[in-house]
């Protein structure tokens, strides 16, 4: 059974940067794509972006400047790097296996920017 | 980028009946690249249909999607107490990625 586990800090002050990792069980990371989404309080779904194996990436123009996807093979992790961040990047993070649409999902980690 | 339009935004219907829910999108989605996931509160959303109209592994034939171009349909029949969530839609066709506000499917 594949299970993806997001981890990382609930708060993060603005203009520092969001850092999480999702840990992958059941699985190999080293067979498809990942991605990162989450959900800002009262919205929908945004996707941020997503990472092969190999380290190739294609993020969403709106966060390109500030993302950064990475991918450890040997830990069989990814992680999410967000700079410089504001109370709108407050929201729901959610690890997923999947390029185009994502099959397995984590449960998601709350993420608040406030000083 | 394709921005995704559900309704209703909220659907109060009782166990047993029909459930019909919509997804139109601003642009053609190409080769009707379109999934549906049903999220409950404070669990991970679920994966439903993919390509428009097949259903992912384990999930009941009572959940079937179709449409194409700009307009989708998620349909679910003889509605379990189970099914009471949200859905959303997603188009994989062009990028960015990106998906519908979502439909709450509530109990009547």
């Known amino acids: 059974q594949v299970q993806l586990q997001e981890s990382g800090p609930g708060l993060v002050k603005p203009s520092e940067t969001l850092s999480l990792t999702c840990t992958v069980s059941?699985?190999?990371?080293?067979?498809?794509?990942w991605s990162w989404i989450r959900r800002p309080p009262g919205k929908g779904l945004e996707w941020i972006g997503y990472?092969?194996?190999?380290?190739?990436?294609n993020y969403n123009p709106s966060l390109k400047s500030r993302v950064t996807i990475s991918v450890d093979t040997s830990k069989n992790q990814f992680s999410l790097k967000l700079r410089s961040v504001t109370a709108a990047d407050t929201a729901v993070y959610y690890c997923?296996?999947?390029?185009?649409?994502?099959?397995?999902w984590g449960k998601g980690i709350t993420v608040t920017v406030s000083s | 980028e394709i921005v995704l339009t559900q309704s209703p935004g909220t659907l109060s219907l009782s166990p047993g009946e029909r459930a019909t829910l919509s997804c139109r999108a601003s642009?053609?989605?190409?080769?009707?690249?379109l999934v549906w996931y049903q999220q409950k509160p404070g669990q991970a959303p679920r994966l439903l249909i993919y390509?428009?109209?097949s259903r992912a592994t384990g999930i009941p034939d009572r959940f079937s999607g179709s449409g194409s171009g700009t307009d989708f349909t998620l349909t679910i029949i003889r509605l379990e107490p189970e099914d009471f969530a949200v859905y959303y839609c997603?188009?994989?066709?062009?990028?960015?990625?990106?998906f519908g506000q979502g439909t709450k499917l509530e109990i009547k």
């Open positions: 059941g699985d190999s990371i080293s067979t498809s794509y």
């Open positions: 997923a296996r999947g390029g185009a649409y994502m099959d397995v």
């Open positions: 642009q053609t989605v190409s080769s009707r690249y």
């Open positions: 390509g428009a109209s």
């Open positions: 990472i092969y194996y190999t380290g190739s990436t």
């Open positions: 997603q188009q994989y066709g062009s990028l960015p990625y990106t």
